[in-house]
Nanobody, 121 residues
Framework: QVQLVESGGGLVQAGGSLRLSCTAS????????MVWFRRAPGKEREFVSSIMWNGGTTYYAGSVKGRFTISREKLKSTVYLQMNSLKPEDTAVYYC??????????????WGQGTQVTVSS
């Protein structure tokens, strides 16, 4: 059974940092793209960042580029999202996903359950 388990969300003040983790299990993800999405209250889910499990090539949404960094640790089957200079508009539920396709337009096969990030002003 494939599982993606996110952790690391919480409440932080504007300008602060958080690091989200997503630990994958249940299959080999070497051919997959790992993706972070988010859904803010009252808004549609949006793409945040992606990384190729093999090779480590990354891609970012314009709204987070320069502030967020995606990375992966193969031995731990874990993907990270380091979020710096957080803004209130970054408040959302953040979801990890395993996908195929392209870094900029991934097609998701598996979803995590989500972790809440709240940024206070």
């Amino acid at each position: 059974q494939v599982q993606l388990v996110e952790s690391g969300g919480g409440l932080v003040q504007a300008g602060g940092s958080l690091r989200l983790s997503c630990t994958a299990s249940g299959r080999t993800f070497s051919s997959y793209i790992m993706v972070w999405f988010r859904r803010a209250p009252g808004k549609e889910r949006e793409f945040v960042s992606s990384i190729m499990w093999n090779g480590g090539t990354t891609y970012y949404a314009g709204s987070v580029k320069g502030r967020f960094t995606i990375s992966r640790e193969k031995l731990k089957s874990t993907v990270y999202l380091q979020m710096n200079s957080l803004k209130p508009e970054d408040t959302a539920v953040y979801y990890c996903a395993a996908a195929r396709g392209s870094l900029s337009s991934p097609s998701v096969d598996y979803w995590g359950q989500g972790t809440q990030v709240t940024v206070s002003s």
